[in-house]
C-alpha cells in the first residue's frame, strides 16, 4: 500500500494506476527535495536521538511533496534556478508535515493513520509527536530566514512572513480551530455552510499552497504582478485539492488513498460532497482548474508553465 | 494569590514581600510589554475567537516579563530605543507562552495549574492548546522578521535564526525532551548527572534568555563584542535562574510560588538540591551571579547596565 502513496511509482503501483500516473517531474523534484531534507534536518543520531527520528519518520513517510513542487516551479517559473529553491521547498514541506503531525493528535483528529502507517504519536508517543511538530515549525522558519542565500535578506523576510501568516490564525491553524469548532455546531443553513466551508479550506489548504507559490516568486526576485499571478493561482489549486481530496473520501479505492473510505460522512463533517453532492462538487472542480489554468497562463512561457499546467490535469484527476 | 504573581505588586503582596520587592524598571518595562501584546495579539472577538481567547488568556496571566525585559535591557545597553525594543520583547513573551503552554499538556508534564490559575489545556481543553501554542510561536517569529523597522533586514532576519535556535532541538525544545527522557532513566553516576542537567537547563531556560538579549543588542544595531557579551550573560542569567527555582520548590512558599513545593521531590526530578544539596546550590547560584556582573560590566555605562545589575540581584534572592 505504501508503495502507491511514495512519489516515485513502484512497478506494483505503476500497473494500478497507469492512466493516473503523476507527471515525472514530480518524482524528480520529490527525490532532490528528499535528498534536501535528509541534509537540513539533524542526524537520528544526534542528541536527542529519540526527537530527531520523530522528525525524520514523518518527513520522509511519503506524501506528494505538492508544497516543494509549487516553490520549486513558482520560483523557475519567474527566472530562479532549481539549486537555490530546494531550501526553502524543504522547509516548506516541514510545515506540511508539522500541520500533519499536530493533525493526528487524540486532542485533534484523532488519526492512527498517515499515509498508510501508524501516525506519529502512534509510532513514538503523544509528548514526542508534540514536541517534533514544534521543532519542524520552529526549523522551517529558521531555513527561511536563512535561504536561498542568493535572494535578498528584504527577500527572505518577506517569505518568513508569508508562511507564518499562511500557518498563523488566519491561516491554517485557524482553518483547524474553525474545522473542530465547525465539527461541534449544529445544523447551518447551506448558504452558511458553503461560506464556513470555503473559509475552512481557503485557510487550511489554500493558505499554504499560495505562500508555497509566492516563496518561490520572491527566491527568484519575481515582480508583484507575477507574485499576484501566483498568490491567485495558489487559491484555486488549493480548493481543487480540497475538492478532489473530498470526492476522494467517498469514491476512492482505500487501498490507494491510504486511509479508510467515508470516513468524513461517518464524521459527519461539512465536505463538498455533503453540501453539493459529488455532481456539484465536479463541476466546482472543473472551475477552480480552469482559474488555475487562467493564472498560470499569466505566468511566462517556460518549461516551469507547462508542469504547472500538467500539475493542474493531475490534481484534478488523481486517484489517491 | 495571583496579585503575589503579577508583574506590578499590589498592596497585598507589597506588605509580604517587602523585602524582595522586584525593582521598579521591571513592572514599568512589563507594563509596556503588555500593552504591546494587547496591540500585537488579535482580539478576542476575531475569528477564530476561541482560539484568539486562549492566546491572550495565557498571555496575559501572570509572569515576571523577564525575557521581554531583557531585550529591552540588552538593546537599551547598547544604545537602542525602547519603543524599538517593545514589538521584540513581546514576541519573546509569546515564545515564552507557547512553550509554557505544551509543556503543560497532559502528555508532557500535565500541569493542572500555572500561575496559581488553571493552565490553558484545563481552562479551554487540550485541542485549543496545543493549536494556540503553534500560533504563538508562528506569531512571535513573524513579528521577528518584521520588527523593529529601524533594524536592517539582515538584523530581523539574524533575530528570527537566533530565537528559532533557542526554541529549536538544540535549544529549548530539545532541553525540554532531554528532560522527559532524563526522567525515564535510571540513576545515574554524580558526574553524569550534573552534565546532563546542566545541559538540559542551558537548553531549556538559558538558550532563550540569551536569544532574548543578543535580539535585543541587534535590534539596536550593537558590535559583535558587545552581542558577545550578551550571550554570556545570558548563559549565566540562565543557570541562575533556573537553580533559583530549584531552590524555590523545596524552600518556597506554595502561595508565594504559585506552585505546590516539593513537586520536584516527588517526582524525584533531576534538580540542582537533588545533585548538589541546598548549601551546595546555593553556592552555585553565587557563582552564576559574579559571572552574570562580570558580563553585565562589559557593556557601556549606562542606566540599563545598572538595571542589569539590579535584576541579577533580584534573580538571586527573588522568593516567586
Known amino acids: 500500500m505504501?508503495?502507491?502513496?511514495?512519489?516515485?511509482?513502484?512497478?506494483?503501483?505503476?500497473?494500478r494506476t497507469i492512466l493516473l500516473l503523476p507527471p515525472g517531474f514530480l518524482s524528480e523534484i520529490a527525490a532532490l527535495v528528499d535528498q534536501e531534507l535528509g541534509h537540513l534536518l539533524p542526524?537520528?543520531?544526534?542528541?536527542?536521538?529519540?526527537?530527531h527520528s520523530a522528525m525524520r519518520y514523518s518527513s520522509f513517510a511519503g506524501g506528494k511533496r505538492?508544497?516543494?513542487?509549487?516553490?520549486?516551479?513558482?520560483?523557475?517559473?519567474?527566472?530562479?534556478?532549481?539549486?537555490?529553491?530546494?531550501?526553502?521547498?524543504?522547509?516548506?514541506?516541514?510545515?506540511?508535515?508539522?500541520?500533519?503531525?499536530?493533525?493526528?493528535?487524540?486532542a485533534l483528529d484523532n488519526d492512527d493513520l498517515r499515509r498508510g502507517q501508524p501516525s506519529l504519536h502512534r509510532q513514538f508517543d503523544e509528548a514526542t509527536a508534540i514536541l517534533a511538530g514544534d521543532a519542524l515549525l520552529n526549523l522551517a522558519l529558521e531555513l527561511l530566514a536563512l535561504t536561498p542565500e542568493s535572494a535578498t535578506a528584504e527577500a527572505r523576510n518577506a517569505n518568513v512572513v508569508s508562511?507564518?501568516?499562511?500557518?498563523?490564525?488566519?491561516?491554517?491553524?485557524?482553518?483547524?480551530?474553525?474545522?473542530?469548532?465547525?465539527?461541534?455546531?449544529?445544523?447551518?443553513?447551506?448558504?452558511?455552510?458553503?461560506?464556513?466551508?470555503?473559509?475552512?479550506?481557503?485557510?487550511?489548504?489554500?493558505a499554504l499552497l499560495e505562500a508555497s507559490l509566492t516563496i518561490g516568486g520572491?527566491?527568484?526576485?519575481?515582480?508583484?504582478?507575477?507574485?499576484?499571478?501566483?498568490?491567485?493561482?495558489?487559491?484555486?489549486?488549493?480548493?481543487?485539492?480540497?475538492?478532489?481530496?473530498?470526492?476522494?473520501?467517498?469514491?476512492?479505492?482505500?487501498?490507494?488513498?491510504?486511509?479508510?473510505?467515508?470516513?468524513?460522512?461517518?464524521?459527519?463533517?461539512?465536505?463538498?460532497?455533503?453540501?453539493?453532492?459529488?455532481?456539484?462538487?465536479?463541476?466546482?472542480?472543473k472551475q477552480e482548474a480552469a482559474d488555475s489554468r487562467q493564472s498560470i497562463l499569466e505566468l511566462e512561457p517556460s518549461l516551469a508553465q507547462d508542469s504547472l499546467l500538467e500539475l493542474v490535469r493531475f490534481l484534478e484527476d488523481r486517484d489517491h
Not at 480551530?177 to 489548504?205: C, F, N, Q
Not at 480540497?242 to 479508510?260: A, C, F
Open 2 to 15: 505504501r508503495a502507491s502513496l511514495a512519489p516515485r511509482p513502484t512497478p506494483g503501483s505503476r500497473d
Open 163 to 206: 508562511a507564518a501568516r499562511a500557518v498563523g490564525t488566519f491561516g491554517m491553524i485557524g482553518g483547524q480551530m474553525a474545522d473542530l469548532l465547525g465539527e461541534k455546531v449544529g445544523p447551518l443553513a447551506p448558504e452558511e455552510a458553503a461560506t464556513l466551508l470555503e473559509s475552512i479550506h481557503r485557510r487550511k489548504t489554500g
Open 218 to 285: 520572491r527566491c527568484a526576485g519575481a515582480s508583484s504582478v507575477k507574485l499576484d499571478a501566483l498568490s491567485r493561482l495558489g487559491q484555486s489549486l488549493g480548493l481543487l485539492f480540497q475538492i478532489r481530496d473530498d470526492i476522494l473520501d467517498i469514491e476512492g479505492d482505500p487501498e490507494k488513498i491510504g486511509k479508510t473510505a467515508g470516513k468524513d460522512i461517518e464524521a459527519a463533517k461539512l465536505t463538498y460532497p455533503s453540501l453539493f453532492g459529488i455532481e456539484g462538487s465536479k463541476q466546482r472542480l
Open 43 to 51: 542526524a537520528e543520531s544526534v542528541d536527542p536521538a529519540r526527537l
Open 66 to 106: 505538492i508544497r516543494p513542487v509549487l516553490i520549486v516551479l513558482g520560483g523557475e517559473a519567474c527566472g530562479g534556478k532549481r539549486q537555490d529553491l530546494l531550501a526553502p521547498a524543504a522547509a516548506m514541506e516541514m510545515i506540511h508535515c508539522f500541520s500533519l503531525i499536530h493533525d493526528d493528535l487524540p
